[in-house]
Nanobody, 126 residues
Framework: QVQLVESGGGLVQAGGSLRLSCAAS????????MGWFRQPPGKEREFVAG????????YYADSVKGRFTISRDNAKNTVYLQMNSLKPEDTAVYYC???????????????????WGQGTQVTVSS
């Protein structure tokens, strides 16, 4: 079992930055793929970014490419999402996800991830 806990969400003005963190515990050392998803108000959850265990392969949704950066520190069992140039449409609950079986990117479907965090709210004001 793996437990994921997100942190770093909050309220920020448009154009600002936030860094989300996701700490994994349990059998975290065996995790291969990790990703970030988000669910805007009144909409379905969508893929944001994903990363393989080594960090050598990443993948981004077109809507965040060039503004968001996913990274990971395996020594800390933590994955990060650096979000720059934030827009009001980035407002959402952001979820961290992980799976033992993801070896390559892209892995952008919810069913590809077995473990999920509880989410952290990001609100971008205009």
């Amino acid at each position: 079992q793996v437990q994921l806990v997100e942190s770093g969400g909050g309220l920020v003005q448009a154009g600002g930055s936030l860094r989300l963190s996701c700490a994994a515990s349990g059998r975290a050392g065996s995790i291969y793929g990790m990703g970030w998803f988000r669910q805007p108000p009144g909409k379905e959850r969508e893929f944001v970014a994903g990363i393989t265990r080594s960090g050598s392969s990443t993948y981004y949704a077109d809507s965040v490419k060039g503004r968001f950066t996913i990274s990971r520190d395996n020594a800390k069992n933590t994955v990060y999402l650096q979000m720059n140039s934030l827009k009001p449409e980035d407002t959402a609950v952001y979820y961290c996800a992980a799976d033992y079986n993801i070896l390559a990117m892209p892995a952008k479907r919810e069913y590809q991830y077995e473990y999920w965090g509880q989410g952290t709210q990001v609100t971008v004001s205009s």
